[in-house]
Every structure is written in C-alpha cells, then in structure tokens.
C-alpha cells in the first residue's frame, strides 16, 4: 500500500445501462499524492486506483480480497493490460469508473474500464486477470460462488470460457 489511497466519492453500484448490460461504477477523486509538481495526475497512480476500483468491485460481488486471499488462498494477478490514455486529469478531479465484465474463462477473467470526468474520457483500460493458488502459484478455476456472481454480470450471456 501506497499510502495514497484515492478517496471514494461513492460505493461500488450496478448500473443498468439502456442496452440491458450491468456496468460496476466506480467514483475516486484524485488526491495531491497521485500527481507530478503541476497537479497532473502521475500516470502509475491510475494503476494504483483502478486495483482499489476491482478490490471493491470483488467486495460488492461477495468475494472481499482480504477472505479471498487469507481464508481461500487465492489471488489475482493481472497478466495484460492494455491502457489508452486519451486526456490528462488533474488534482482534485472526481475519476468515475465504468466497469464492464467482458469475458469470464476458468480461471481468467476480462475486465473493460473506461474512466471519466465532468463527461470528459480519460482513459480507457482492457485488463485480464487470472485466479491463482497462492500456494502454488497456479492458475485455479473460479470457485462457484464468484464465478457465479461474476457471470450475472457479463457483457454477453456468450462471453463464458472463451479465455482460458
């Protein structure tokens, strides 16, 4: 831990948007420790909060990462993540997370993020994360539970196993 936990403007919600698709948002403002001298945000502090973004999110879905990872040994490293950053932010601004569950696989999991504000996007972020037994650092298929949870909020009702 960092130290410079972004503060939570809201608790995790679902939202269903128009088209039917449950979307996690998010709100974080932007704090004086995740910016350069002119109070732009650093960019290796988007990664910071957007871990805190999913810790929550994993929360809201039954499975907080403190029982995840203590009781039930199992993590969840992100191994890609594509960013594009599209505008800069600045301290003091309010980021909201829209979070969308892409693709649910065995053991992977595809998250897309795009991140605003005052309307305005921010950045945009393609992230696949896998379950792994802490103990022996592999890869482990979802238990029921949060695969079920995770599955009442994909994208498609297509999207399952399609990643490893």
Do not use: N
């Not at 993590?75 to 649910?104: N, Y």
């Amino acid at each position: 831990m960092t130290g410079r936990r972004a503060t939570s403007a809201a608790a995790v919600r679902e939202v269903k948007r128009e088209d039917e698709q449950v979307t996690f948002e998010v709100s974080r403002t932007l704090g004086f420790g995740h910016c350069d001298p002119a109070g732009i945000a650093y960019f290796p502090s988007y990664f910071d909060i957007m871990v805190e973004v999913m810790e929550e999110i994993f929360a809201a879905l039954g499975s907080p990462w403190p029982t995840m990872m203590g009781e039930r040994r199992i993590g969840v490293p992100t191994v890609k993540l594509d960013v594009d950053f599209t505008a800069p932010s600045r301290h003091g601004d309010r980021l909201d997370f829209l979070v969308r569950v892409v693709r649910l696989g065995r053991s992977s999991l595809e998250l897309h993020y795009r991140v605003t504000t005052r309307g305005r996007a921010v950045w945009t972020a393609r992230q696949v994360i896998v379950a792994i037994s802490l103990d022996t650092q592999r890869a482990v298929p979802w238990p029921d539970d949060l695969r079920a949870a995770l599955a009442a909020h994909l994208e498609t009702a297509d999207a399952h196993d399609l990643a490893p």
